[in-house]
């Protein structure tokens, strides 16, 4: 009905408005990518403070080939970033239970592969660590994920 014998439509209006829908539309999608793109956090950032100096715990990490799965992989981390795991406190609270030093010290032994706690930390500091997070971000992080109040062992 809206077209004339040559089979174009009568009203060039509508044309108009639909042509300046899709436009508007195209626009808007151009800038939402375009502001995507640009606060996107990257994948992996350099570490503002990488995590060196002394460290509390000098004993060696056991070797992630003893494991397999995330214990493997969270040996791995401790051995990579020693300096980040040994800053941390352990909230399986192996320190009074078993005289730990850090975190780091739950990975020099077979402990770290059965604890459920201590893989959970080491995990979310890396992933911290690879975010960029400074030494004192990803303690205060851990912190804040992890922390709850002791309660002694009963015998």
Known sequence: MG????????NP???????????????????LA?????????????????????????RPVMSPALFIGEAAEAYRIAAEI???IDSQFCYCHCK???N???LLTCFTNKHGAKCGICIGEV????????QGKTLDEIVIA???????????QRI
């Not at 077209?3 to 009568?10: D, L, M, P, V």
């Not at 509508?14 to 626009?27: C, D, I, L, P």
């Not at 995990?123 to 690879?130: F, I």
């Open 13 to 31: 209006s509508k044309q108009k408005r639909n042509f300046r829908f899709v436009a508007f539309v195209g626009v808007i999608a151009s800038v």
């Open 123 to 130: 995990l979310y500091a890396y992933e911290l660590y690879k």
């Open 34 to 58: 375009v502001v995507y793109m640009v606060t996107k956090p990257p994948a992996n950032v350099t570490p503002v403070a990488p995590a060196t100096g002394a460290l509390i715990e000098n």
């Open 96 to 98: 009074k239970n078993h």
């Open 100 to 102: 730990h030093k850090t």
């Open 142 to 152: 851990v912190d804040k994920k992890f922390y709850r109040p002791y309660k002694p």
């Open 3 to 10: 077209k004339n014998k040559s089979g174009k439509n009568k």
């Open 82 to 84: 020693p300096k980040v």
